[in-house]
C-alpha cells in the first residue's frame, strides 16, 4: 500500500496571502489528522476529519480550516497569513472508526509533511 | 485535559551506551501511550504503544517502554543504541474515547555519537 502522501513538500508565502495543503491519505482510511510542529510550541493538533465530517478540533483561530472530500483527500486552507504560520505541516490516517477499545486500536501512519515558510 | 512532559530536550550518547528517555505524562481519564520516532525531514513514526496489558511493551528494533500508572511515566529506553537511532523521539498520550486526536510531548533529541 502506498503511505500518506502530502503536496507541496515546501511552499513559500508572503504575509497576508492564503495556502491550502493537500493529503492523500492511505487507501481504505477515513481518518485524517491534521498537526502543526514549530521549533517554538512542538506538535500540536490542529483537527480531524471523518468520513468527510469533522470529528475534533484543537485550539487554533479560525483562519485555520480543513475539509475531507469523498475519496477521504483532506485538504487544509490558512487564510491571512502570519509570520507565526511557518512550521511543519503533517497529516495522519488512520483505518477503521477510530473510536473502538484496545482491542479494536489502529494506528496512526504520518506523511511526510509539508513546510511552509511565510515571509 | 492532557499533557505530556518529556523531561530531557537533549540526550548525547555513544553508540552501544544504553539509553532512557523519559517522559511523563497528565491526564484525569485513561490513556493510550506511544512513542513516535522522526528523522529528518521526515514525518513521524510510530515506535511503540501501550495499550493495555502487560506494561512492558517492546519494539522490533530493541526499544522497550514501561507503563507505570502510580508514577504516571511511560519512559523509553535501549540497552545499546546505534549511530542509525540518532532522531528525535516523541512522547504521545491519547484519550481511549476521544478518536485520532494526539497529545505531544515536547520532544528529545538523542545524538548517538561514534
Known amino acids: 500500500k502506498a503511505g500518506v502522501t502530502q503536496t507541496p513538500r515546501y511552499l513559500i508565502k508572503t504575509r497576508g496571502q492564503q495556502v491550502t495543503l493537500s493529503c492523500s491519505p492511505i487507501s481504505g482510511h477515513r481518518s485524517v489528522s491534521w498537526y502543526q510542529q514549530t521549533p517554538g510550541q512542538g506538535l500540536q493538533f490542529l483537527f480531524e476529519?471523518?468520513?468527510?465530517?469533522?470529528?475534533n478540533k484543537g485550539n487554533f483561530p479560525g483562519r485555520f480550516s480543513g475539509r475531507q472530500f469523498s475519496n477521504s483527500r483532506s485538504e487544509m486552507n490558512v487564510s491571512t497569513l502570519e509570520l507565526g504560520d511557518s512550521a511543519l505541516y503533517l497529516c495522519?490516517?488512520?483505518?477503521?472508526?477510530?473510536?473502538?477499545?484496545?482491542?479494536?486500536?489502529?494506528?496512526?501512519?504520518f506523511g511526510p509533511g509539508t513546510r511552509l515558510t511565510v515571509l | 485535559a492532557q499533557s505530556v512532559t518529556q523531561l530531557d530536550s537533549q540526550v548525547p550518547v555513544f553508540e552501544e551506551a544504553p539509553v532512557e528517555l523519559r517522559c511523563n505524562y497528565s491526564?484525569?481519564?485513561?490513556?493510550?501511550l506511544f512513542w513516535y520516532v522522526q528523522y529528518p525531514n521526515q514525518g513521524l513514526q510510530l515506535l511503540l504503544k501501550?495499550?493495555?496489558?502487560?506494561?512492558l511493551v517492546e519494539s522490533i528494533n530493541g526499544f522497550e517502554a514501561e507503563f507505570n500508572k502510580s508514577q504516571t511515566s511511560f519512559h523509553l529506553r535501549k540497552p545499546s543504541v546505534h549511530i542509525s537511532d540518532t532522531a528525535e523521539y516523541f512522547c504521545?498520550?491519547?484519550?481511549?474515547?476521544?478518536?485520532?486526536?494526539?497529545?505531544f510531548g515536547e520532544g528529545t533529541q538523542l545524538t548517538v555519537n561514534p
Open positions: 491526564s484525569s481519564v485513561s490513556v493510550y
Open positions: 504521545a498520550v491519547s484519550v481511549q474515547t476521544s478518536g485520532s486526536r494526539l497529545t
Open positions: 495522519a490516517s488512520r483505518g477503521g472508526s477510530g473510536t473502538g477499545g484496545a482491542l479494536g486500536y489502529n494506528e496512526q501512519f
Open positions: 476529519y471523518f468520513s468527510e465530517t469533522q470529528r
Open positions: 501501550y495499550l493495555s496489558g502487560s506494561t
